[in-house]
């Protein structure tokens, strides 16, 4: 039996007012920028290109929130901020990865 799902889409349906075609559209929106958000925080990884990363944790925050990815929504904000703090240890790379495998289950979640 699946776990309990990682997202919660009765916002987005109350936003639509029933409208499922919607729901379904913003749901490929929502799809597209997480592939185009896993990129970007892959690329931002090998690079260690902390602004690149911070710059796709705040474009696909809105998503998360609207879809109430809760387990995501310290790590994301965490992600934005990185580079404006001044913390030596802070290990991003983990919470980046997190992002990454955590943003996969959603989508498939979606999918099934």
Known sequence: MPGKPLFDLE???QLSGGDESFVKHM???FDKLVQETTENFQSALEEKDWEK????AHKI???LDQLRIESLQDTVREI???PKKDVADYDITAK?????HTL???TNQLKS
């Open 11 to 13: 916002p987005l349906r």
């Open 27 to 29: 749901l490929e929106v």
């Open 53 to 56: 990363a911070s710059k796709a």
């Open 61 to 63: 925050k809105p998503s």
């Open 80 to 82: 934005e901020a990185f």
């Open 96 to 100: 980046i990865n997190e992002m990454i």
């Open 104 to 106: 996969e289950k959603v």
